[in-house]
């Protein structure tokens, strides 16, 4: 089935997920996520691999992280819609982003349902009685605490995102199209950006011999993080 996630619900496994497409969703996996049609605008986790294949196999929009390869059929949008990808996460890294995702997630309920309560209590059509002025005030500190919360998890998280250590066999598989606006971090801040005109035809990215991240036809050899 799909899985829609206006409502902000994540679904969790610690094994393997399976679906035919996911829009605004929220997957995570303890090994892998397996999407046939389509991820659009959703947030996928997996601590081995993200496999978008099958259907029309789009990953658009949204962030997709794995702990060693992403495989799609065609990455992006023709709209050029901002789509980031984040490979060869070690697993307690993966655990940690994890984590930090879930706080964000936690702060950002928070301040909504804060944002709406003092919406309700401010009418510039009346005045709030002292119970009201009371509640208000106690409101904007909670909102206050809850911006600086969130603006340093979400530092925390970007640190983390440009300084792990990658796996070195890490790799994006593309089968047909990789669009512009598309970004794939491969650890120790490099990142590889696709340029502004489409790319047709497969084709892998990775971090090649000298270590910079690199598009090619060629599949990355094995290797591991030994040598």
Do not use: W
Not at 45 to 65: H, N, P, Q
Request: aromatic residues 6%; proline residues 4%.
């Amino acid at each position: 089935g799909g899985v829609m996630g206006r409502n902000g619900g994540v679904i969790e496994s610690k094994a393997d997920v399976y679906a035919r497409f996911v829009e605004q969703g929220n997957i995570r996996a303890g090994k892998s996520i397996f999407i046939e049609e389509a991820s659009l605008h959703s947030e996928l986790v997996a601590g081995d691999s993200i496999t978008i294949k099958g259907g029309r196999g789009e990953l658009i929009g949204g962030e997709a992280i794995a702990g060693k390869m992403i495989s799609v059929s065609k990455l992006g949008a023709v709209v050029e819609t901002r789509t980031e990808l984040i490979v060869g996460l070690p697993p307690e890294i993966l655990d940690e982003l994890r984590k930090m995702k879930e706080e964000i997630a936690s702060h950002a309920d928070v301040l909504k349902k804060v944002k709406q309560s003092m919406a309700r209590l401010i009418d510039p059509k009346k005045e709030n009685t002292p119970d009201e002025k009371q509640m208000l005030l106690k409101l904007y500190e909670v909102e206050k605490k809850y911006i600086d919360l969130l603006a340093n998890t979400k530092t925390q998280y970007e640190t983390l995102v440009v300084s792990y250590e990658p796996e070195a066999s890490a790799y994006v598989e593309i089968e047909k199209n990789l669009f512009p606006k598309v970004s794939v971090n491969l650890g120790k801040g490099k990142i590889y950006n696709s340029e502004l005109k489409n790319y047709n035809g497969h084709c892998f990215i990775y971090n090649n011999d000298e270590g910079i991240p690199s598009r090619t036809s060629l599949p990355p050899k094995k290797k591991d993080n030994k040598e």
